[in-house]
């Protein structure tokens, strides 16, 4: 049995399903990564909300882009934070944090930058921009390893000095002590 374009309790396609599915998940995490007091539990809703934009970037047909989220800000960054944090300092957030003290100011530029969303998208004329545009992942490839190397390799040589001064400062012994 074949399964139907729409989804038959409420109608909508599946794409459109998936999407509101994936960036509901987003946001819920990104929520979750400014409220939770617990600094490990907070990179884990940092990791779930990154994994929910690389499925948005798989909807729009950029696998590229959502290989690199994967790679880069799952794979590298988010690991390093939680690494750091977990080797570094104590667990628990404390009891007053510096933003919540800063909560009326918070607010109100946060509904000011809504305000400005609600106006960008409803002035956007979206016709164009709905079309799926697919990435030439082998343009991409050929342009970054012919004319693009040696910024390439500085930059992934600059990423290794990073990771070895983090795992350097991460087990230096207190020599003040």
């Given at each position: 049995m074949p399964i139907p374009d729409q989804v038959p309790i409420i109608g909508a396609s599946w794409g459109d399903v998936l999407f509101v599915v994936l960036a509901a998940t987003m946001l819920g995490a990104a929520l979750l990564v400014v409220t939770l007091r617990d600094i490990i539990r907070s990179g884990l809703a940092m990791i779930l909300a990154f994994g929910a934009l690389a499925g948005l970037y798989v909807m729009l047909g950029?696998?590229?882009?959502?290989?690199?989220?994967?790679?880069?800000?799952?794979?590298?960054?988010?690991?390093?934070i939680l690494f750091a944090v977990m080797l570094t300092q104590a667990?628990?957030?404390?009891?007053?944090?510096?933003?919540?003290?800063?909560?009326i100011p918070a607010a109100i530029a946060a509904a000011v930058l809504a305000i400005v969303i609600?106006?960008?998208?409803?002035?956007?004329?979206?016709?164009?921009v709905g079309q799926v545009i697919q990435t030439a992942t082998s343009d991409l490839a050929t342009l970054l390893f012919t004319a693009y190397v040696l910024p390439?390799?500085?930059?992934?040589?600059?990423?290794?000095?990073?990771?070895?001064?983090?795992?350097?400062?991460a087990k230096r012994e207190d020599r003040d002590a």
């Open positions: 950029a696998p590229l882009v959502a290989a690199a989220q994967v790679l880069v800000y799952i794979g590298a960054i988010s690991v390093l667990k628990n957030a404390p009891a007053r944090l510096v933003f919540q003290t800063q909560a609600a106006l960008t998208v409803t002035g956007t004329d979206w016709g164009a390439f390799e500085v930059v992934s040589v600059l990423l290794l000095a990073a990771v070895i001064g983090g795992v350097f400062l």
